[in-house]
């Protein structure tokens, strides 16, 4: 009962940024790659160019900010930036480098076919694919900015390993490089990005980690519904340990920057009309929610240096009034 008090802490209480609070900017890569045509292209172009939408509205990424690389550019040449080849790719990065300041966010998203011969990952893209070793290259050119890496392909958990760091969130449809089927992945998490349903804090963002969650679900009740053997089991590290994990873990701290990261502006949910919350109230809560967050953040840097179970009663105790808090926050707005 008390892990699972825990966890469920973890899962809601995270921060998000808002531009009010801290207004970094925000960058959007989008590569839809070769799909080996048929059925497989129209699907890749239906979830890639349904996200690229929904990140220029209701998202309201900047539009100079929001990159698009598809296999066919023709298919809109109004919504796709450039082709979804390696030299194209390249071009892009450098762009980025020169624009992309410190503490910015970048998003990058794989959608696709990807594999893994048993040493490294490989995004198929027309000509040269594109290596985990070649990836992991590119994030290393932006060591002071918040990255977000979603990969929706098969094989992809093979890239946590090699992606992991500080400062990232790692995203993968799989749970190792050997998970090869084909994923359903990328239309959930799409989904999931201005769903009021994501939004399990209601705090009228969806942070990154319940984009994950939602996501996580969707695809279990898919595989039930079609009554299919599950084949893709989807990781988050978030943490720099190079481990992903299926759920947020309250003893590793798995999922805190996950739940600080957003990629909107705040969402409406969709309810109908009832008189809202006290406001002093609500921003009293709000406010004790914030200073318990930083105390959970400032926790999480001294764990080296405290003893195990003085620790794990700190967490514990943080973590529990967190679940309180934000139980609070979300029963008041749903009056």
Not at 244 to 271: C, H, N, R
């Amino acid at each position: 009962m008390r892990l699972s008090i825990l966890l469920f802490a973890l899962a809601t209480a995270c921060p998000v940024w808002t531009l009010a609070e801290r207004p970094p900017s925000r960058y959007a890569v989008v590569i839809s790659g070769a799909s080996g045509g048929g059925e497989y292209a129209d699907r890749f172009w239906e979830w890639s160019s349904k996200l690229v939408a929904t990140l220029k509205d209701p998202l309201q990424l900047p539009p100079e900010n929001l990159f698009f690389l598809a296999e066919d550019p023709e298919r809109d040449p109004s919504l796709v930036t450039a082709r979804a080849v390696k030299s194209d790719l390249m071009q892009l990065v450098g762009e980025l480098e020169s624009r992309v300041r410190p503490d910015d966010l970048l998003f990058i998203l794989l959608l696709g076919h990807g594999n893994f011969d048993g040493s490294d990952y490989r995004y198929n893209l027309r000509g040269p694919d594109l290596t985990g070793a070649e990836l992991s290259a590119i994030l290393d050119r932006f060591p002071e900015q918040r990255i977000v890496l979603v990969c929706t392909t098969p094989a992809s958990g093979a890239l946590i390993p090699r992606l992991s760091r500080g400062n990232r969130v790692i995203l993968t449809a799989t749970k190792n490089g050997h998970e090869g089927n084909e994923t359903v992945f990328a239309r959930f998490f799409v989904e999931s990005l201005h769903s009021p349903e994501a939004d399990t804090d209601k705090s009228r963002h969806v942070s990154l980690l319940e984009a994950y969650s939602y996501t996580q679900r969707k695809v279990k009740e898919w595989y039930a519904e079609k009554n299919r053997l599950a084949t893709e089991h989807a990781r988050l590290d978030d943490n720099g340990d190079g481990v992903g994990t299926a759920l947020p873990d309250a003893g590793s701290g798995e999922g805190l920057l996950a739940g600080q990261v957003t990629l909107a502006k705040p969402i409406e949910a969709v309810s109908p009309a009832a008189p809202g919350p006290a406001p002093a109230e609500l921003e009293a809560l709000r406010k004790r929610k914030l200073d318990l967050e930083s105390s959970l953040r400032e926790l999480k840097t001294r764990k080296a240096e405290l003893p195990s179970a003085q620790y794990q009663e700190q967490l514990e105790a943080l973590l529990v009034e967190l679940a309180r808090t934000t139980r609070a926050i979300r029963e008041q707005t749903q009056r």
